[in-house]
């Protein structure tokens, strides 16, 4: 064959072969066997392979992963060379982040049939005198993404991330069998399609076996399995998932319909997976039907669901409905509710936390909930446990708060046994025997022992080495426990004189109790990789360092309040509690917190250990902001809305070195409003009946910058 014939062959079995993937895993009927669509995907690879030029981007090999490639080409005997390792199949090291063209808003949810009828009132009410048509769908319980076209082909699929950008997991979206690399049909030349990765239910129940037989903890639903799945780093491992897709929304500037339903069934026509349960609604009647429907039918459903999306249909009044900074005000959320089942209280164990709250949690007879087996659920503290009356050995009712979290919900007193007990709280701690405290105005009791409290003092080194505090990667969990285990690190301050003999030959037996236990073990590089954490965790600045410390009701940004404001430790310690309070953001709880801590001996000790290994406990001024002026003294700024010419946490930092004030609610001691697009129209109103300024970014800018 000349080159055009094979580059004609190739294009004519590219189409083919796409064309029957959308038969077989779209439309559910294929119209060839099995057998005659391998022999063409062979004929195809073998062409691909010989002429790797040639091959089409949208071409059906790229479906498949490389390891599955290497896997045909050894079982074949051909395309011996497999595919260049240029394609997309690779395995990805990292996802980089991209800005979606469009803004992937959520939807505002709601729980009951009268918030319903008020977003519809509400709706009417702007329409005026139009009446609205709206749109149901079944809500998926997955991970939304957005895909790009041009001219037919996929380019770039991207996940919802924070609205504003996402991850590109393109490779892996190719893997998927019902997304189309090439569109069929009458299609715009440039649109974005977005929809919901999920994972059927019978593929979840598949990979959870093959997960427990080999020893592996299995997902605890399929929204978790599903985004897991999609962020894999080996696109080859991400098909053996056998994730699927719909569809259900399009953005574009040249669509084909006026209106979000026709533009949907034209999708469907273009080769998208669209799901078969869309419907118009003429009025809220008709929507509670559709609601009341599925309320039922959907546990008939291959997949999960938790609610229904009701969208007003025409784009026009969509755009007069316009949106607010999260979600649009022309489309709504409601979610069913959380499916509840009776199962058996066996027993309560007391756990013991990082600060020494303690926190009770039921054995139940396990049961099936929501997909699930659901063997624990919280009781939260001792007022759950009386308000709910329960007894040893009651028939509870569980389910899971957003479908998600097991929790008890109430008691079957009629099958209450005469003999049974009520559920004491426990006096002592679970862990060291230290009798229980209960602060006032406060919910649960704790364990004040935390220098001889096993699960503080551990919770207290993992805290110090998360992420959002001294941040060393090359400890976990598992690793922090066997130090703990070993007497090697009691405190956090004993990380710092850990060394490479100490470390090396370690080992852990974990999952004792399963049929196939596994080792952790300290090799040469695993101990020089945590040795090399620690070391560049001293680069720290003070502000992490004390949030690191670990000290009761000091979070991140408290921390980073009294850094800025103390400078240094010292002046800190010696700070009473009057002194405290005059730092930003600190009350009577965290002033007294702080001077309890320092007035322990031995939080002073640690301290005193810490600033010898090196770690910082002053303000650097190099990493001081940079003082601007003072135009923006004694001013409460509120900030709402998105922006055009810096993000909003530009804004908060221009507004500090002005000397300005952030805050998050509106007030009669607002000095203004810096609102962009979509200000959010509560803060809206509240700045209308305050007679509170509102400014936009050009008055913002030209003020400061007019000193």
Known sequence: MTIDEIKSQIA?????????????????????????????????????????????????????????????????????????????????????????????????????????????????????????????????????????????????????????????????????????????????????????????????????????????????????????SLKMQNPAEVEKRRLDAFFYFLSGNDLPFDNHFDNVQAARAWGFKVSDYIETCRDVNAVFDYINRWNTQRHELPFETDGIVIKVNNYRQQEILGNTAKSPRWAIAYKFKAEEVETQLLSVDFQVGRTGVVTPVANLTPVQLSGTTVKRASLHNADIIRSLDIHYDDCVYVEKGGEIIPKITGVNILKRSPESQPIAFITDCPECGTALERAEGEAGFYCPSEYACPPQMKGKIEHFISRKAMNIESLGEGKTDMLFDNNLVKKTSDLYALKYEQLFGLEKIIDQQTDKPRKISFKEKTAENILKG????????????????????????????????????????????????????????????????????????????????????????????????????????????????????EYKSIIEAHGGKNVSSISKNTTFVLAGDNMGPAKYETAQTLQIPIWNEEEFLKYIDNI
Not at 542 to 563: N, S
């Open 534 to 649: 620690i070391e560049n965790s001293k680069n720290a600045p003070f502000e992490r360092v004390l949030f690191a410390l670990g000290i009761r009701y000091v979070g991140e940004t408290v921390a980073k309040k009294l850094a800025l404001h103390f400078k240094n430790m010292t002046a800190l310690m010696d700070a009473d509690e009057e002194i405290l309070k005059q730092a930003d953001e600190v009350g009577d709880k965290i002033a007294a917190s702080l001077t309890n801590y320092f007035a322990d001996s031995r939080n002073i000790a640690m301290i005193e250990e810490l600033r010898a290994a090196g770690l910082h406990f002053e303000i650097n001024d190099d990493n001081l902001p940079q003082k601007a002026s003072d135009i923006l003294n004694g001013k409460n700024i509120v900030i709402s809305g998105v922006f055009r010419h810096h993000s909003r946490d």
């Open 12 to 228: 004519s079995l590219t189409a083919e072969l796409n064309h029957h993937n959308h038969c077989y895993y779209v439309l559910n009927a294929p119209e060839i066997s099995d057998r005659q669509f391998d022999l063409k995907l062979q004929e195809l690879a073998d062409l691909e392979n010989w002429y790797p030029d040639l091959m089409l981007p949208n071409s059906p090999t790229q479906k498949v992963g490389s390891d599955l490639k290497q896997d045909f080409a050894q079982a074949t005997g051909k395309w011996e060379s497999a595919i260049p390792v240029t394609q997309a199949s690779d395995v990805t090291k990292d996802f980089e982040q991209v800005a979606h063209r469009f803004r992937m808003l959520s939807l505002s949810n709601t729980y009951s049939e009268e918030e319903i009828v008020e977003f519809h009132n509400r709706t009417c009410k702007l329409l005026a005198p139009e009446q609205p048509e709206y749109v149901c769908e079944l809500k998926f319980d997955g991970l939304a993404i957005s895909l790009t076209y041009r001219r037919g082909q996929l380019v770039r699929a991207v996940t919802r991330g924070d609205g504003a950008k996402g991850d590109d997991v393109t490779n892996n979206i190719r893997t998927i069998k019902t997304i189309p690399l090439q569109l069929h049909g009458d299609f715009p030349d440039d649109f974005d399609v977005r929809g919901e990765i999920f994972m059927p239910l019978n593929a979840f129940e598949t990979l959870n076996q093959q997960r427990l037989s080999e020893g592996l903890q299995p997902f605890a639903n399929p929204r978790n399995a599903a985004a897991g």
